[in-house]
């Protein structure tokens, strides 16, 4: 229900967008979640409510939403390698179930 | 500061119980609900359910549903996932997560590997 591209890859001081397409029901009709995974390390969460970012989280990360493609976006600008993770984009549908994207790996180099 | 420490690394048998348990501090533990992800080896994440330890209600995802039982006692901050008989198959890291209201997930607990071997 949520399609991510496999995998992006971009050079340092970049800007690089990952995008997260809804196939049914309105992207706006559910907040969307973008978590961030290190290798070996549990998710954290950079953005939430479709462009909301906790605390902690630098403005380098910004979320937002295109109901004319149904889809949402994560933008990581001045790309660190630090930066290079699996990024999961996630919603709920419409009875209310957690739902996540496939999940699209961020290659720095 | 809030944090969800979550039981340490089991290997069990196929057939064999489990429950393991996530515990939260820092914060209202029945004010926010608690969710379970599941992550397959070299796989993404999965959404298996959440619960809400303030009224213990509780919302499963149709794929797990029946296969996991999600459960929280809140005299002691704790939420936890069991199963009644493990497969092969269950073999994952387990993640439980915070969320507040119906969409924000803000904290995640450390992980659970659970190894399902004979």
């Known amino acids: 229900m949520l399609t991510q591209p496999h995998s992006v890859s971009e050079s340092p001081g970049k800007t690089v967008t990952i995008s997260c397409t809804r196939s049914?029901?309105?992207?706006?009709?559910?907040?969307v979640q973008w978590y961030q995974q290190r290798p070996g390390s549990a998710p954290t969460t950079v953005i939430y409510?479709?462009?909301?970012?906790p605390s902690g989280v630098p403005d380098r990360f910004s979320g937002s939403i295109d109901s004319s493609s149904n889809s949402a976006s994560l933008t990581i600008s001045g790309l660190k390698t630090e930066d290079e993770a699996d990024y999961y984009c996630q919603s709920y549908d419409s009875t209310n179930q957690g739902v996540f994207g496939g999940g699209t790996k961020l290659t720095v180099l | 500061e809030v944090q969800l420490v979550q039981s340490g690394a089991e290997v069990k048998k196929p057939g064999e119980s489990l429950k393991i348990s996530c515990k939260g501090s820092g914060y209202s533990f029945t004010s926010y609900w608690i969710g379970w992800v599941r992550q397959m080896p070299g796989k993404g994440l999965e959404w298996m359910g959440i619960?809400?330890?303030?009224?213990?209600?509780?919302i499963y995802s149709p794929s797990f549903q029946g296969q996991v039982t999600i459960s929280a006692d809140k005299s002691i901050s704790t939420a936890y996932l069991q199963w009644s008989s493990l497969k092969a198959s269950d073999t994952a890291m387990y993640y439980c997560?915070?969320?507040?209201?119906?969409?924000?997930?803000?904290?995640w607990g450390q992980g659970t590997l659970v190894t399902v071997s004979s």
């Open positions: 049914s029901g309105s992207i706006a009709s559910n907040y």
């Open positions: 619960i809400y330890p303030g009224d213990s209600d509780t």
């Open positions: 409510e479709d462009k909301q970012r």
């Open positions: 997560a915070r969320r507040e209201g119906n969409s924000k997930v803000d904290f």
